[in-house]
């Protein structure tokens, strides 16, 4: 919705650049470094079936169609080649096809503002992961347990209700709210800049999933196999 906004100004005002800059932020900031790494998952593993997987795939269509739109006046080619490829309408070019308005329900500023908050937090747990990483106590990140210590509110409102092992792709996750039930052992730890955040990284002691490659306590009694992985082989046979 915002970049449509964006796209609107600056034909209007002649200012191409803006808009392609915008897009291109996007592109490589929102949703290579977002949303595709966090949804990959679920992509690659979940079953083909599966409720959440699809809404996934649903979400990326969406995207798809209007990136190729948005980038068609300057990539004609390659738009024109991935158009006929993955047409999301009877329009026999893309060059064919109306600029539609966005739907009113993506303008919506608080889940912008809730996101904003999770790659805010994500951005400090990665911090502490990568220094675990540079001192080799570390691999992947799916290794790492991370306990996050904040008394900010805000911040405890806005992630009660996310998976934020998946959003970061860690082995799990928890939060305290002081440093007093903080265990030994921790392999790295890092603090905001305001101090409102602390996070400590251990290294996890459960194996890994052959499939997924996550590391899940119940891997050890499944011949090397979570319980999703394992379910969803079994549906498959």
Not at 31 to 54: A, E
Not at 131 to 159: C, F, P, Q, W, Y
Not at 183 to 205: A, H, L
Request: charged content about 30%; overall charge positive.
């Amino acid at each position: 919705y915002e970049l449509e906004t964006i796209r609107k100004k600056s034909l209007k005002g002649y200012s191409f650049h803006i808009f392609y800059k915008a897009l291109f932020e996007f592109c490589s900031v929102d949703l290579s470094s977002f949303y595709f790494d966090i949804s990959k998952d679920v992509l690659y593993c979940n079953d083909i079936k599966d409720n959440f997987r699809i809404n996934k795939v649903k979400i990326l269509f969406q995207i798809l169609e209007k990136i190729v739109t948005w980038y068609a006046p300057v990539l004609c080619h390659t738009m024109e080649e991935v158009w006929q490829k993955f047409k999301t309408e009877k329009t026999e070019s893309i060059h064919l096809k109306l600029f539609k308005e966005p739907d009113r329900i993506w303008h919506k500023i608080n889940l912008l503002e809730k996101w904003e908050t999770i790659k805010k937090v994500r951005k400090v747990i990665n911090t502490a992961i990568e220094i675990a990483r540079s001192d080799k106590k570390l691999g992947s990140s799916l290794e790492s347990d991370v306990v996050l210590i904040t008394k900010d509110k805000n911040i405890l409102e806005v992630i009660k209700d996310i998976e934020m092992q998946n959003i970061c792709i860690i082995s799990s996750f928890i939060v305290l709210h002081d440093n007093e039930n903080i265990e030994d052992g921790y392999i790295s730890s890092f603090t905001n800049k305001d101090k409102s955040v602390k996070v400590f990284v251990y290294k996890t002691k459960y194996e890994k999933c052959l499939r997924c490659w996550q590391y899940k306590e119940e891997v050890k009694l499944n011949e090397g196999l979570c319980n999703r992985c394992k379910k969803v082989l079994d549906a498959n046979k």
